[in-house]
């Protein structure tokens, strides 16, 4: 795949949070297929929404989708593909919509080096993160970073707030050097659709000084 991060994203229909337990079980199978088919092709990333929790209650849910998660990465016997939880909008009872849930996730895998966030500006702003100046987009990337690592992001979907063009798509690798693939037409919706990544990328600049 040369230097181009690739990703892939699974099927909407795994749901590894569900209380049911043949749906779940489906869901570990069903993952588990994603993993070995993306490793297969050679592809580097696997997206994915972390599940819904159908009225069973959101800790409840986290827990057991990290621990499904986590049987499915064992079963799929992958050893490179990675996996990175997208942010949602929240809607209906899916997780995933709060940094928190999120960082959750990441802290009680056994995978957490093999994962990573895939973020979509446009499920944050749905989600209540204010992504439209940049003091904002500063404000929600810092609590972003203090509750996950700027660096779990890579991958970036930015779209513009008002929904009403094609979305930007933006992959970094993990030096953080950003490959966009500007499916934009307008100019001024793409200085809007790149205002976040644009904050993020000043963001991790002033962490590398830091740490230099
Ligand atoms: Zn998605």
Redesign the pocket.
Known sequence: MGNYPVSV?DSYLINLASPKPDSADKSVKAFAEELRRTEKLGIEYL?T?PGSHLGSGKLEALERYVANLDQAIALSETEEVKVLI?NTAGQGTNLGSRFGELATILEDSGYTSRMGVCFDTCHAFAAGYDLRSAESCAEVFERFDKLIGIDFIRFFISMTVNRSLVPIRIAMNISGRAVSDLMDSGISSMTNGLQPYLRLLKLRKKMILTLS
């Open positions: 994203h997206v929404h997208e």
